[in-house]
């Protein structure tokens, strides 16, 4: 079972990139899927998560300006990031959990992406 993120990279503030993770080995499809995030020195947090059904949850840093969607046929999610700022900048990760409900806590997801790199220059 894997996690493959992608679609980092060092952008410009205002600027827009589109992440995408790729589950292999199982079908993700009942799963939450999730996107978080760690800068550094500071703890990982949740950005945003989408259920099964489509039902999602920002952090409200981002509301409004990412937007989370999968694709179970593909078995793949997204986080479109539109009006970036610096403090957006960190490793983004790709995670999946067998809750019903998006969960803030990382300790509660059991299958974790590598990480992608996402910087937002001044």
């Known amino acids: 079972v894997q996690l493959q993120a992608s679609g980092g990279g060092l952008v410009q503030v205002g600027d827009s990139l589109r992440l995408s993770c790729a589950a292999s080995?199982?079908?993700?499809?009942?799963?939450?899927m999730a996107w978080f995030r760690q800068a550094p020195g500071k703890q990982r947090e949740l950005v945003a998560g989408i259920t099964s059904g489509g039902n999602t949850k920002y952090k409200d840093s981002v509301e409004g300006r990412f937007t989370i969607s999968r694709d179970n046929a593909k078995n793949t999610m997204y986080l479109q990031m539109d009006s970036l700022k610096p403090e957006d900048t960190a490793v983004y990760y790709c995670a999946s959990s067998r809750s019903t409900r998006v969960l803030n806590s990382p300790t509660l997801y059991s299958y974790w992406g590598q990480g992608t790199q996402v910087t937002v220059s001044s």
């Open positions: 080995g199982r079908s993700f499809s009942g799963h939450i």
